[in-house]
């Protein structure tokens, strides 16, 4: 916290951005826990279920963390597509460390797609099959640091 203090000091708010890159989207958090803890109404839907509301997901992400590449593409074909919903957001699809726990994913060892989801091709089919059913695919994505290894 004293550092976000001492970066809000800075003659220029751009400057502190620059210099925590993150405090643009804390900052972003406090005032949306401002606003709700103010009394501000929460988002509604548009009317139903999704089954009854297809369009309505039509800018709705899904996150499919840690599922497989065929696994992903089959729901987007069998479900997300259908329903209308726009995209999907993978784990990150490189090579990483070894291990059970979710956070192996964000321990990168090199940049090959290869991880516990799957292969390069399976990736390829996945974004091929979630594109013909109309769902964009976003991979999240650790470039900043490259592990030591498993």
């Known amino acids: 916290a004293s550092s976000i203090v001492s970066c809000l000091r800075l003659a220029s708010p751009l400057k ?3 210099r925590m ?3 643009g989207v804390q900052l972003a958090m406090v005032g949306a826990s401002a606003a709700l803890a ?11 279920n999704v089954s009854e509301n297809p369009q309505g997901m039509s ?6 963390f840690e599922w497989s590449w065929a696994d992903v593409a089959l729901e ?3 479900w997300l597509g259908p329903k209308g919903f726009k995209a999907v957001q993978v784990s990150p699809p490189n090579e990483h460390i070894q291990g059970d726990a979710w956070w192996t994913r964000y321990q990168p060892v090199t940049y090959k797609l290869v991880s516990r989801s799957g292969d390069e ?3 390829i089919d996945m974004v091929d099959r979630c594109k ?4 964009d695919i976003y991979a999240d994505a650790v470039f900043n640091h490259i592990a030591s290894g498993s």
């Open 132 to 135: 013909k059913a109309g769902v």
């Open 38 to 48: 103010a009394g501000a109404p929460p988002l509604q839907p548009r009317g139903g």
């Open 76 to 78: 987007c074909e069998q």
């Open 59 to 64: 800018s709705a992400f899904v996150h499919l």
């Open 121 to 123: 091709n399976a990736f």
């Open 21 to 23: 890159p993150g405090l």
């Open 16 to 18: 502190a951005l620059d």
